[in-house]
């Protein structure tokens, strides 16, 4: 007898379980979860029992999932720039980049001789 194929979970599906593994992960309320995500929390609970999350929303879940556990600032701004950070790896030191070669380098202008005159308002004097 053949086996049967489990069934694959709808994105609907994927979402709840996503939006409610970062919600345990980082212990959050669905509002302090809608701060962090500049939406209302009427939307994070419809994304829980409806799904229909944004690429965009999906790829910023996915991120937070993957940062750690930590006490978060209260600012929302502040919470969310700690967990990205943390998901990024960005507290880790990132090796130097390498010169551009000669080809690419920002061409550099000479230093005018004098600076023109200035109004009041920093507006040019014209004759």
């Known amino acids: ?9 709808t994105p609907a599906e994927r979402d709840r379980a996503l939006l409610h593994a970062v919600r345990q992960r980082h212990a959050m309320s669905q509002w302090r ?9 009427v939307t994070v609970s419809r ?6 999350l ?8 996915l991120k937070l999932q993957e940062a750690k556990p930590q006490a ?9 720039a700690v967990l990205l950070a943390s998901a990024y790896e960005l507290d880790r030191p990132r090796p130097a980049p390498a010169p551009l070669p000669p080809s690419r380098r920002p ?5 005018p001789e004098s600076e023109p005159e200035r109004g ?8």
């Open 1 to 9: 007898m053949a086996k049967q194929k489990e069934p694959q979970p």
């Open 72 to 80: 978060l600032p209260e600012a929302p701004l502040e919470a969310l």
């Open 47 to 52: 994304w829980e029992t409806r799904g229909g």
């Open 54 to 61: 944004t690429p965009w929303q999906r790829g910023l879940l």
């Open 33 to 41: 979860l809608a701060q962090l995500l500049g939406v209302h929390s």
């Open 120 to 127: 009041r308002f920093g507006r040019l004097e014209i004759d």
């Open 107 to 111: 061409l550099s202008l000479p230093a």
